[in-house]
């Protein structure tokens, strides 16, 4: 053991002593490294952001959409369903605790005194705050009379709250919604901005009936709904459910494409996989390239040093160091070199991670297995490229060491 540690401080000192060395290969090493770290932080990242969006979706809730991706592409509508297939869904499915229609409506100017702000309206229930789990924080929820009454009531978000009110509190003040006056009854939670860059927090929320009849001049279809399952884990079979039921009650001949989309948690997590693996492919290309470029760097310059340590070596040999001896020091020379190397491109990665989270807003998750990944590719990068000239070393014939 304390031969050993004796052999370690001797590569200690010889990456010590040959700078440039250690310099280009710790370089080479870095770069490669802080690569693979971004993968690794980029796929936790995104992952665990997809969960947290299922969460926040709901695991026990599917949304269904009008129109399809077909239906779309041809031009036709994209509004399909009606407050009637919302009713029968609700009546059929015993399963379900919350059936919610809902409507939107872009580009809607509010204003609230000299102050204005583009925004969104979506039009839905009462029970719109449950079937999001989005709790109000201020004031109070819709109304089942608000829905029947048709009255201009409506809830904020966070960032609407603070565009149009400031630090003012917002609750019993009347805004105009595109010219219709309308009282403000409560804020939502914060809930930021999704994987796309949309603000969340950026929303009216209405009663439906007052956003049909009132904005969008509708009385039958609206854009979508959403449904919650007592049972999540039989999800998919209500998804199937679901489909057939929609199917039957709008007359789909069988073979034709649904005239809706489905959207489940399992969808929301392969989007943001999707999403993330045009990056992580790009980077994962660069880092192992830049691994390999570094290995034969890091294999050139240690030939180069055998050589420049012929003499030494010899010296080494002629007073009882074994081929042994010599293979283990140059092989930790190596590795001392790339784990120090693998440390530096892990403070690279986090470095450049920071830079692309505030420029892309890309999901950016460290972890421990971010840093061994990173850590023990630089170590397997080490001992292969390294075994070559250590070998080389250990097989230089003391007598002719001495004479070169």
């Known amino acids: 053991m304390e031969r050993f540690f004796k052999i370690f401080q001797e590569a200690a000192i010889a990456v010590r002593a040959f700078k440039l060395r250690t310099f280009f290969c710790l370089a080479s090493v870095a770069l490669g490294i802080s690569s693979i770290t971004i993968i690794v932080a980029a796929t936790e ?12 979706f709901g695991p026990d809730s599917l949304m269904v959409l009008g129109g399809s991706e077909t239906t779309r592409a041809v031009g036709h509508r994209e509004k399909t369903i009606t407050l009637d297939h919302v009713r029968a869904v609700e009546e059929a499915f015993s399963s379900a605790y ?37 709790p109000v924080v201020q004031g109070s929820d819709l109304t089942e009379n608000d829905v029947r009454g048709l009255r201009n009531v409506a809830l904020l978000g966070h ?36 994987p796309a860059g949309h603000n969340l927090d950026d929303r009216i929320i209405m009663p439906i009936t007052t956003v049909m009849r009132k904005i969008q001049n509708e009385t039958r279809y609206i854009n979508n709904f959403r449904i919650r399952f007592v049972d999540a884990r039989r999800l998919e079979s209500h998804e199937q459910e679901l489909r057939s039921f929609l199917r039957e009650l709008q007359g789909t001949p069988e ?24 990056l992580v492919a ?7 390239m830049s691994l390999v470029v570094a290995g034969f760097v890091l294999a050139n310059l240690f030939l180069l040093s055998v ?33 120090l190397g693998g440390l530096a491109g892990f403070a690279l990665g986090v470095a450049g991670a920071q830079l ?9 998750h460290f972890s421990w297995r971010a840093f061994a990944v990173g850590l023990g590719l630089s170590w397997t990068v080490g001992i292969l490229f390294g075994l070559q000239p250590a070998s080389r070393a250990a097989n230089l014939k003391p007598i002719e060491a001495l004479r070169s």
């Not at 872009?106 to 999001?132: F, K």
């Not at 073979?255 to 045009?278: C, H, N, Q, W, Y």
């Open 282 to 288: 790009f980077l994962g290309i660069v880092g192992v």
């Open 159 to 194: 960032h609407l709250v603070e565009t149009l009110f400031g630090q003012e509190d917002p609750v019993g003040k009347y805004i105009f919604v595109n010219r219709i006056p309308t009282q403000v009854v409560g804020v939502l939670a914060s809930r930021g901005t999704s």
């Open 307 to 339: 050589k420049e340590r012929t003499k030494e070596i010899g010296i080494r040999r002629s007073v009882g160091a074994k081929k042994g001896d010599i293979r283990f020091q140059f092989l930790c020379e190596a590795v001392l070199i790339t784990s």
């Open 98 to 134: 919350v059936v919610v229609p809902m409507t939107a409506q872009g580009n809607i100017i509010a204003s609230y005194r000299e102050r204005r702000a583009q925004t969104r309206v979506i039009g839905s229930t009462h029970d719109y705050s449950q079937a999001w789990t989005w």
């Open 356 to 364: 692309l989270t505030t420029m892309g807003q890309f999901p950016i």
């Open 45 to 56: 990242g995104a992952y665990q952001q997809a969960f947290e969006m299922v969460e926040r």
């Open 255 to 278: 073979g034709a494409p649904d005239d809706f989309r489905i959207i489940s948690p399992k969808e929301i997590i392969g989007f943001l996989v999707a999403l993330t693996g045009s």
